[in-house]
């Protein structure tokens, strides 16, 4: 889990990981490798500031021997100015409910006057439930814009920016996300995952726009990284090469709805430590796309990309908190021309084939595949 803050165009400011929380006095932070997670005091608090973070501050990289009190959500918008914070929580143990069995954090406003106001009344005096004040692109790119960066892409080919094999880009600014219709370089010194959309900084990403006028099943290969496993209760906190990975499949830029993600302890792993991953429409899907086969599957959406084209789709493939010992993370990706070789064999790499060619190219159940958590 993990609390960030954001501007008004859905930009990170600063994030406070979970494991970089500093427990409350007596209690332990379960996140942290080598801690039990079963542990009973787990009790923190958090200030939220109204001012900028420090500067320098490293982000997306699994941080050693550091710990945070303070989140930093600096106001925006008309007076008196807004304040946004998001709480992630990614994955829980299995029969837990969706905050992990620890409900959410209590709010607690001390006035100027000293006086404590907690909870429900707390939310009613920072006017929790006023109308955000955020730039329209925050959420989406606006139609107008999806329109005339479609219209750009086709001037590079009819089903462009879809490209076979698929061309990956790196999450960096927005002008990076247009530049993949418009055709043009990156900027080399472009920031990372501030693009809007309220990424997390705790992640880098990967993305590819498919398009099933290709092949109507798209298959990609990779190897897996390691990471620490959790969702079966296990008792104590492990680590990994990274803290989480997942593949999303999305709509498109104009609807940034979420088709269906899955992550890692869900992906069965073959004996090589690769995984294979495929997407299509539901009604394309091949009968052999289940873990039990050693194969993830993510949908399409019937209606593509929710706002024009009903055969896009985009592909996100996402790093949570790489190791610095693990060069291949997305995190440590130099540009997009050097992305597959930066992450070796981590590089996704990918085809489009029909539901029957895939069908017969790959038997099940294939032999010497872990399978997925349950």
């Known amino acids: 889990m993990s609390l960030i803050s954001y501007d008004a165009a859905g930009r990170p400011i600063e994030s406070v990981a979970d ?47 550091v710990s945070r009190d303070a989140l930093h959500a600096p106001r925006y918008g008309a007076a008196p100015g807004q304040q946004v914070v998001l709480y992630r929580i990614y994955a829980v143990d299995h029969g837990r409910d969706e905050t992990g069995g620890a409900g959410l954090p209590v709010p607690v406003l001390k006035r100027a006057d000293g006086v404590e106001v907690r909870g429900d009344a707390a939310c009613k005096e920072l006017r929790a439930a006023q109308t955000p004040q955020l730039d329209p692109a925050a959420m989406a790119v606006p139609m107008e814009k999806y ?9 590079l080919g009819p089903l462009r920016p879809a490209t076979n094999p698929p061309t990956w880009y790196q999450q960096l600014d927005r002008e990076s996300l247009y530049k993949i219709y418009t055709g043009e370089p990156f900027a080399s010194d472009a920031p990372k995952s501030e693009g809007g959309f309220y990424p997390n900084l ?7 726009i498919i398009n099933r006028k290709m092949g109507r099943v798209f298959v990609l290969r ?17 680590s990994g090469q990274l803290r989480y990975w ?3 499949s999305n709509q498109g830029f104009a609807n940034t709805r979420v088709n269906d993600c899955v992550h890692d302890e869900n992906i069965p792993v073959a004996a090589d430590g690769t995984y294979t991953l495929v997407v299509s429409r539901k009604a394309d899907r091949p009968r052999n796309a289940i873990p039990e086969c050693g194969v ?14 009903d055969d896009v ?26 992305m597959a070789q930066d992450m070796g064999g981590y590089f996704p790499r990918g085809r489009y084939m029909t539901t029957g060619g895939f069908e017969a190219l790959l038997p099940c159940p294939p032999r010497g595949v872990r399978p997925a958590a349950k």
Not at 296 to 309: F, H, S
Not at 313 to 336: K, N
């Open 19 to 65: 494991y970089l929380i500093a427990p409350s006095d007596g209690a332990a932070n379960p996140f942290r490798a080598g801690s039990r997670r079963d542990g009973t005091k787990r009790d923190y608090s958090l200030w939220i500031i109204d001012a900028q973070p420090p500067p320098g501050q490293p982000v997306g990289m699994n941080l050693h021997d």
């Open 147 to 155: 329109r005339e960066l479609l219209a750009a892409a086709a001037k």
């Open 202 to 208: 705790d992640n880098q990403y990967i993305r590819t």
């Open 222 to 238: 990779a190897k897996a990284p390691t990471t620490p496993r959790t969702v079966s209760g296990n008792t104590m906190m492990e």
């Open 246 to 248: 997942s593949w999303c």
């Open 296 to 309: 993830t599957w993510l949908p399409m959406a019937d209606d593509g990309d929710g706002a024009i084209d």
């Open 313 to 338: 789709t985009v592909l996100q493939l996402r790093h949570m908190l790489g190791e610095e010992a693990f060069p291949h993370a997305i995190q440590g990706v130099r540009s997009q021309a050097t």
